[in-house]
């Protein structure tokens, strides 16, 4: 009855996560939510001003599917000079949203059967665009260490067509440095494959520097850039998103956008064009504020017993549920709460994350993080997302996300402890 390519897909576990918290609010409960994928921080008031004059201007019509000329030339003029990658607007898709790019890109490459590596833990929707497309992600560890061409090579075999990385990384918050960035690129040209690699963190970056792969020698002709508006300007509703690769690329993810969804949003890109042009301080200020929260929430779940690492950048802390004690970790068996909310996280986490297993002892290797954030959800009215959902590797870490406010995040830290403490 079904596309057998849609077997292996599952829904995106992050987003079932926030429908959870928000059917919990419904109840009346005061729920914190450290799920969100998003900014909290509202859209910067200029760029909702640029929004309006559009409509106003009768800017409210089909685009051309590419995107409009002026954001594109922005997107290149912006490419060149901080990535210092030598594209131009010919090198430029404008998608609605970074996702609808991944998915663009993906189709437009893959054929039935090709190999994609895939650094884990992975943002969960990278594993469904390969498999839409027909692919097969083939899996290599990137948590707490860097990945060199040896590794690579032990995963690479004839049907390898691409690497997917992507840094800033979310869930884990590691930065790439050039040093790693180069052994991929060695790799990728040794072996002729493509490189995609995910930016939309770039700009939420602490100590550390950007470098995108695509700026290193030959890197621009195998590199497919996604980026977008929605982290850097708290612009995730109004869908803006962009790739920059090959022209050949470009125009093939050309081809499935008219098809499909025809254009970004108009008035959309009237406004992210307004984002790239006008002053940067909004940025500024966001990102020092997400480091304050960072530098916070590092150091309570460190205070509870979590291990940690500092983010580099993003918005998430991946911590390990391991060195907590074992009742609070263990897979319980304890009556779940009335309420409907909460029967629906039991089952949206268990389904979410045992479709990422794929060892024979898998269920039982996977059950701590499950368990730990459904007693989290059910005692203290707190939603993370369990590390399972994004791979084998994130088995017994959660992520929080610190995209919530000091406030939030200092009660949410409080009850955390209460409850770790009880048990």
């Not at 949203?97 to 992975?122: H, R, T």
């Not at 982290?231 to 090959?246: C, Q």
Request: aromatic share 8%.
């Amino acid at each position: 009855m079904f596309s057998r390519r849609m077997e292996g897909v599952k829904e995106s576990a992050t987003i079932k996560m926030a429908a959870l918290a928000r059917a919990l609010r419904k109840e009346g409960k005061k729920v914190l939510d450290f799920s969100l994928g998003e900014p909290d921080f509202s859209t910067p008031p200029h760029i909702c001003e640029a929004a309006k004059r559009a409509m106003d201007a009768g800017f409210t019509h089909y685009v051309p599917s590419a995107g409009i000329p002026e954001l594109r030339e922005e997107i290149a003029i912006k490419i060149r000079e901080e990535n210092r990658v030598d594209v131009s607007a010919e090198n430029v898709i404008v998608t609605p949203g970074a996702k609808q790019a991944i998915f663009a890109a993906m189709m437009s490459i893959l054929n039935e059967g090709d190999e994609v590596i895939m650094l884990e833990p992975a943002w969960v929707s990278f594993e469904a665009a390969i498999r839409m497309a027909g692919g097969k992600p083939i899996w290599l560890l990137r948590r707490d260490k860097p990945v060199n061409y040896d590794m690579m090579s032990s995963v690479v075999s004839e049907k390898t067509r691409m690497i997917v990385i992507n840094s800033p990384n979310n869930p884990v918050g590691y930065v790439m440095e050039e040093r790693e960035l180069r052994e991929i690129a060695e790799f990728a040209s040794d072996h002729n494959v493509l490189v995609m690699s995910d930016e939309i963190y770039e700009k939420i970056i602490y100590e550390k520097k950007h470098v995108s792969i695509a700026s290193l020698d030959a890197m621009s002709e195998r590199t497919i850039i996604i980026n977008g508006f929605s982290k850097t300007y708290a612009m995730t509703g109004w869908r803006v998103g962009y790739a920059v690769a090959p022209v050949e690329i470009v125009n093939t993810m050309l081809k499935i956008q008219q098809h499909s969804v025809t254009c970004a949003s108009s008035i959309s890109q009237y406004a992210a064009l307004e984002a790239l042009r006008s002053s940067q301080e909004c940025v500024y200020e966001m990102v020092s504020e997400f480091k304050r929260r960072r530098d916070l929430i590092v150091r309570r779940l460190r205070d509870i017993g979590f291990a940690c690492e500092m983010p580099d950048g993003a918005f998430y802390v991946f911590a390990g549920i391991s060195t907590l004690s074992t009742s609070s970790t263990s897979s319980t068996s304890s009556s779940t709460s009335s309420s409907s909310a909460s029967s629906s996280a039991s089952s949206s986490t268990s389904s979410s994350t045992s479709s990422s297993a794929s060892s024979p002892n898998s269920q039982n290797e996977q059950k701590d993080d499950v368990a730990f954030a459904e007693m989290l959800l059910r005692d203290t009215h707190i939603v993370v997302t369990p590390g399972s959902a994004f791979g084998n590797a994130g088995r017994n870490y959660v992520r929080f996300s610190y995209a919530a406010s000091i406030e939030e995040i200092s009660e949410g830290m409080a009850r955390i402890e209460k409850l770790i403490s009880s048990h």
